[in-house]
């Protein structure tokens, strides 16, 4: 099978998103070639390099998002009308406006308007089958024509208040946003030597990275996957807060239809915990298309210490993760000098750097609310300056590795008020250890009943359950052992690659032939392709004047599928 993996800032590269992923799929599925179509962010991450790639990645095709290529194509006049036409209607569907009556009008069958859903695909692959026949629609998209056709739409009847209320300045923000997004419709990997030449096309993110799937299904018939581990639409709402609201209006739109776009055209839609599912169906996928398919983590460092579960202090609580103001290390802190007062003698281990200039600035606050809450004490065996807070890193001489952090206390504590699928949980319960968390993200899911779960921003109820597991060791040891069992059940690459295999030839068996595989000879070669369970072909019943002349007849309009009984002829039966 040969895949074409579509990625938007991360594999090939060194850094980014879904870089490790993908690198464990296209190792772990060594039998099968892969071609990756990168969409790359940023210069520095293209100065990075890549990672060293499988043998079994065939090509790379890289292209920036984040700079302007000028495709130097100069749009004739009827292609200039063709552009104003098509990016006018797409604008329109943004703003909420009825577009041209002309074109809503031909979107459906007999006249009948069509959805925004369907005028919003129209514009788009009429942007892209123009951009296919002149060379390129980058400089197109960046013109004044562009711009002013956004202004015309957000000034037309109908148009929602926020676009109404869209200024310059806003206007130039969000073409200049649409512009970076639709540049994989200048591209030129469409063809029969690019993904024309694939079976699958796998977008290993949703947004921009999936345009080229729909491209290649559009233009070849390439089937298309979409696998998100983070919905990037929601992704989308959360960033950029204090854009003006005409910006937002018209980019959440913008980025909902292309979310729904994909999600329609797409064969399966893979989430990777039941909270991004839900946002994937609320924003249009099909439940019938929708499967879920946990992060896959490697389970070998934590093989050793998840086996024996030994303990360096059962008296100390273990955080571990990425210092930022949405761990809520303030509320875990407050927690603490809870756990203090009702048993002394329990120490907390903060383990994680910093991300960013507003990571560091958290980290400081944090070093300055632990020294407030445990001034210098002298109980127990701990001699006076010595605070029962540490604020540690991993990779120092006490800490070399993250299974030595979960290994130096009992229990292990999460307290986030914003989370997507807990890695650092899922890791803590490859090392056989009991938890505590709070009810956020994925949570709930990925523990199923294996730990202690707590309402997020509560101190004294994440206070009240460490208490209880610390003072009961018997407990810990089942929800530890149980959490493991549950982890190297569900969370592993090995389930990960296997579920993506069988999701592979299940797309591909259903799909039809597009094209013959010889051999060496220029023979066909026998099982080249899979048998297909789904003929996209309909059937009807025959007028009844030919009926009368031939007996029951049929002509296109019907589905047939493998499971489908085709009628025969009477003389046949």
């Known amino acids: 099978m040969r895949i074409g993996l579509l990625t938007e800032g991360g594999y090939p590269y060194v850094s980014g998103d879904a870089r490790l992923w993908c690198d464990r799929l296209v190792r772990g599925l060594a039998q099968h070639e892969f071609d990756v179509y990168a969409l790359s962010r940023s210069e520095h991450q293209e100065d990075e390099g890549w990672i060293?790639?499988?043998?079994?990645?065939?090509?790379?095709?890289?292209?920036?998002?984040?700079?302007?290529?000028?495709?130097?194509?100069?749009?004739?006049?009827?292609?200039?009308?063709?552009?104003?036409?098509?990016?006018?209607?797409?604008?329109?569907?943004?703003?909420?406006?009825?577009?041209?009556?002309?074109?809503?009008?031909?979107?459906?069958?007999?006249?009948?308007?069509?959805?925004?859903a369907d005028r919003f695909a129209n514009a788009l692959y009429g942007l892209a089958e123009l951009a296919r026949e002149e060379g390129g629609v980058a400089?197109?998209?960046?013109?004044?024509?562009?711009?002013?056709?956004?202004?015309?739409?957000?000034?037309?009847?109908?148009?929602?208040?926020?676009?109404?209320?869209?200024?310059?300045?806003?206007?130039?923000?969000?073409?200049?946003?649409?512009?970076?997004?639709?540049?994989?419709?200048?591209?030129?990997?469409?063809?029969?030597?690019?993904?024309?030449?694939?079976?699958?096309?796998?977008?290993?993110?949703?947004?921009?990275?999936?345009?080229?799937?729909?491209?290649?299904?559009?233009?070849t018939g390439v089937p298309l996957m979409v696998t998100e581990y983070g919905v990037r639409l929601r992704t989308h709402y959360l960033t950029a807060p204090d854009a003006p609201p005409a910006v937002r209006s018209l980019l959440a739109a913008f980025q909902g239809r292309l979310a729904a776009e994909a999600y329609g055209r797409a064969e399966v839609v893979t989430a990777g915990n039941t909270h991004a599912r839900r946002w994937q169906e609320r924003c249009g996928a099909g439940r019938e298309k929708l499967r879920t398919v946990y992060p896959g983590m490697d389970a070998r460092p934590f093989a050793e210490l998840g086996e024996s579960q030994d303990c360096v202090d059962p008296d100390t609580l273990v955080w571990v993760g990425r210092v930022e103001p949405a761990k809520d290390l303030v509320s875990l802190l407050h927690a603490f000098a809870e756990v203090r007062k009702q048993e002394p003698r329990t120490r907390l281990r903060i383990v994680g750097a910093p991300t960013g200039p507003e990571g560091s600035a958290y980290l400081d606050h944090c070093r300055t609310l632990a020294a407030q809450l445990f001034p210098d004490e002298a109980e127990g065996p701990h001699t006076a300056g010595d605070n029962p807070v540490s604020f540690e890193e991993i990779g120092g001489p006490e800490l070399?590795?993250?299974?030595?952090?979960?290994?130096?206390?009992?229990?292990?504590?999460?307290?986030?008020?914003?989370?997507?699928?807990?890695?650092g949980l899922v890791e803590a319960m490859l090392c056989g250890r009991a938890t505590v968390s709070t009810d956020v993200g994925a949570v709930v899911e990925v523990i199923g009943g294996t730990g202690l779960v707590v309402p997020p921003r509560n101190p004294r109820a994440l206070a009240e359950a460490c208490v209880a597991l610390l003072r009961d060791?018997?407990?810990?040891?089942?929800?530890?052992?149980?959490?493991?069992?549950?982890?190297?059940?569900?969370?592993?690459?090995?389930?990960?690659?296997?579920?993506?295999?069988?999701?592979?030839?299940?797309?591909?068996?259903?799909?039809?032939?597009?094209?013959?595989?010889?051999?060496?000879?220029?023979?066909?070669?026998?099982?080249?392709?899979?048998?297909?369970?789904?003929?996209?072909?309909?059937?009807?019943?025959?007028?009844?004047?030919?009926?009368?002349r031939s007996g029951p007849g049929w002509a296109a309009d019907r589905p047939?599928?493998?499971?489908?009984p085709v009628p025969a002829p009477e003389g046949a039966r």
């Open 52 to 116: 060293p790639l499988s043998p079994n990645v065939r090509r790379v095709r890289t292209a920036p998002l984040w700079m302007a290529e000028d495709d130097e194509v100069a749009l004739g006049r009827r292609a200039r009308r063709r552009f104003t036409e098509c990016f006018g209607e797409l604008a329109a569907v943004l703003c909420g406006a009825s577009g041209s009556p002309s074109r809503a009008a031909g979107g459906l069958p007999g006249g009948a308007p069509a959805s925004e």
């Open 139 to 219: 400089g197109a998209l960046r013109s004044e024509v562009a711009v002013r056709t956004l202004e015309r739409a957000c000034r037309a009847p109908g148009a929602h208040r926020a676009a109404r209320e869209a200024r310059v300045p806003d206007l130039l923000a969000v073409a200049a946003h649409l512009e970076r997004a639709l540049r994989p419709l200048s591209l030129d990997w469409y063809e029969d030597d690019g993904l024309g030449a694939v079976d699958l096309c796998h977008a290993a993110s949703g947004g921009t990275a999936a345009l080229p799937g729909l491209l290649a299904r559009h233009f």
């Open 400 to 423: 070399p590795a993250a299974a030595d952090a979960y290994a130096s206390g009992a229990v292990t504590v999460l307290s986030s008020v914003v989370e997507g699928f807990p890695i």
């Open 473 to 548: 060791p018997e407990r810990r040891a089942r929800l530890g052992a149980a959490a493991r069992a549950r982890a190297l059940e569900l969370f592993t690459v090995e389930q990960n690659i296997e579920a993506f295999h069988g999701i592979y030839l299940e797309i591909v068996s259903c799909a039809p032939i597009r094209r013959g595989v010889l051999d060496g000879a220029g023979e066909p070669l026998p099982f080249a392709v899979p048998a297909e369970a789904h003929v996209p072909v309909r059937w009807t019943a025959a007028s009844p004047r030919l009926a009368a």
């Open 560 to 564: 047939v599928s493998a499971t489908t």
